[in-house]
């Protein structure tokens, strides 16, 4: 039965992999970026056209006027040399079929001679001047023909070659004239259109080579690394470009093996943990037996036992407490404090007894504060705090060589409030702490300043501080030693609390 949850489990979690995967790859031409870029890039195109189209095709509508105001005056001379006063009507019919108009009118020295006329309209429904068209006129006037013209009576008329004086007026239907814009339109938009192919072709195989394949690459080994972040392989290689996707993508290959590094040392940690775990089941045991032995030891009347038994019960409660603070520093968190008023020298005294110098050590414990000071804080986790920062000093003491028995040994603990906070100050005349572990101060597994620590109390020490709202720091002195100052400030007091008190005082 089990087997076959399992199984069923791994092929869930085989399922929901590959659906991510598909859902993370783009489906189809259009469904990545290089697909949308092509779509955008031939809409571009085509816009910029239609830009273009608008004032050419107004160009091409002036054109053919005046071509059939050119053919138009070219007849009219020829006519106006003949000198007749009246053109045979077969002559006039050729004449209009030859410039596709319906009368032709010369203008000249201030009058003006209809040369040729066919069955003339009732009205007129537009007339254009084309001896100055502005720009805009000529678009307005062709988007009009286009859209709305075929089946209109036109008047156009200008001046033939240079000659201000002399003009030439015909009258035709705009019919051949919006069809020749409208095959002139196919034409264009034909055109359009395979300029907007083939320009979008050659920029999404341009920005594909440059941009997508790139892109693509980076959100390929992000997949791949999500999915086994702690196999090497799939960390990315990164290109040796200078642009911005290489240097992102050397961003990416940094990333990716420090969190590598992290993931890993997180599970050293956390096999470290179940392993102590383990480890501090069994030795509590150990440990329990070998303090009732000790217990009993201390009760033989024997100088030499007497003298021994106290070192045996403090190394005892080492183990003890370094395998405590291996394990507290494995769970996700510590406890909130628990907060009360609680006088501070009571505290310190039970640190200086747990610490249990020896008088022949010559090391000297200092308690420098008032009577009456009273600090805000969790008192159990206050205790682990200064107890951690003492029992380093003293074992950083114990440590000075014969050599230096002439040396002042002490280790001086003083407090006292500012307002609402309160400064505790752990002052010690050892021989310092090392560069290596000031640089990783703090830090678990690095910053222990003795061989053979592990650097585990001072960042316990760290966390239960800042659970308080407070702050501990190393603090620069010029003389030879390790000094720590701890503040805590007092719990901010709320309105309701403050007008209860204020009422009970009353």
């Given at each position: 039965m089990d087997s076959e949850q399992g199984r069923s489990a791994a092929k869930d979690g085989k399922a929901e992999k590959v659906g991510l995967s598909r859902l993370c790859r783009p489906t189809g031409i259009f469904g990545g970026l290089s697909g949308k870029l092509l779509i955008l890039t031939i809409v571009f195109i085509s816009l910029a056209e239609v830009l273009i189209f608008v004032p050419s095709v107004a160009n091409m509508r002036l054109r053919w006027l005046e071509d059939r105001?050119?053919?138009?005056?070219?007849?009219?001379?020829?006519?106006?040399?003949?000198?007749?006063?009246?053109?045979p009507r077969a002559l006039q019919k050729e004449t209009l079929m030859a410039t596709g108009t319906r009368a032709i009118v010369l203008r000249k020295?201030?009058?003006?001679?209809?040369?040729?006329?066919?069955?003339?309209?009732?009205?007129?429904?537009?007339?254009?001047?084309?001896s100055d068209v502005s720009q805009?006129?000529?678009?307005?006037?062709?988007?009009?023909?286009?859209?709305?013209?075929?089946?209109?009576?036109?008047?156009?008329?200008?001046?033939?070659?240079?000659?201000?004086?002399?003009?030439?007026?015909?009258?035709?239907?705009?019919?051949?004239?919006?069809?020749?814009m409208l095959a002139y339109s196919r034409s264009v938009f034909l055109v359009s259109i395979l300029i907007s192919l083939f320009t979008a072709t050659l920029i999404f195989f341009a920005i594909n080579r440059i941009m997508i394949r790139p892109i693509r690459r980076l959100t390929d080994s992000m997949q791949a690394y999500s999915d086994d972040p702690e196999d090497p392989g799939r960390i990315l290689v990164p290109d040796q470009g200078r642009d911005e996707l290489a240097v992102a993508g050397r961003h990416l290959a940094a990333m990716q093996t420090q969190l590598q590094k992290t993931l890993k040392q997180q599970k050293n940690l956390a096999a470290l943990g179940l392993a102590v775990s383990k480890i501090n089941h069994d030795m509590r045991n150990i440990l329990s037996a070998a303090q009732l032995?000790?217990?009993?030891?201390?009760?033989?009347?024997?100088?030499?036992?007497?003298r021994f038994a106290p070192k045996l019960l403090r190394t005892i409660d080492r183990a003890v407490g370094y395998t405590t603070e291996v394990l507290s520093y494995g769970q996700t968190s510590e406890s909130a404090p628990?907060?009360?008023?609680?006088?501070?020298?009571?505290?310190i005294?039970?640190?200086?007894?747990?610490?249990?110098?020896?008088?022949?050590?010559?090391?000297?414990?200092?308690?420098?504060?008032?009577?009456?000071?009273?600090?805000d804080a969790d008192g159990e986790q206050?205790?682990?705090v200064i107890h951690n920062l003492c029992r380093n000093a003293h074992q950083a003491l114990v440590a000075i060589s014969n050599a230096e028995l002439d040396s002042i040994k002490r280790i001086t603990v003083s407090a006292h409030r500012i307002g609402s906070v309160v400064s505790i100050t752990v002052d010690d005349t050892g021989p310092g702490m090392p560069q290596k572990a000031r640089e990783n101060l703090f830090t678990a597994f690095r910053g222990s300043a003795r061989s053979g620590g592990t650097g585990l109390g001072l960042a316990i020490a760290r966390e239960l501080v800042l659970a308080h709202g407070?702050?501990?720091?190393?603090?620069e002195k010029p003389a030879a030693g390790t000094q720590f100052r701890i503040e805590i400030p007092d719990r901010p007091v709320s309105l309701d609390d403050y007008r209860s008190k204020s009422l009970q005082e009353i």
């Open positions: 105001l050119s053919t138009a005056a070219a007849a009219a001379i020829a006519i106006d040399g003949l000198q007749t006063a009246e053109l020295d201030g009058t003006s001679r209809l040369l040729a006329t066919a069955e003339m309209p009732a009205s007129v429904d537009d007339m254009y001047d084309l805009p006129t000529a678009i307005k006037d062709a988007l009009d023909t286009l859209l709305f013209g075929g089946n209109r009576i036109i008047r156009v008329f200008g001046p033939v070659g240079g000659d201000a004086g002399t003009g030439i007026e015909v009258v035709l239907k705009d019919t051949r004239l919006r069809n020749a032995m000790s217990d009993r030891l201390v009760d033989i009347d024997d100088p030499m036992v007497k628990r907060r009360r008023k609680i006088r501070l020298i009571e505290l005294a039970e640190v200086r007894d747990i610490l249990a110098i020896e008088p022949d050590s010559g090391i000297e414990f200092i308690e420098q504060l008032s009577a009456d000071l009273e600090v206050l205790f682990r407070g702050t501990i720091a190393l603090v």
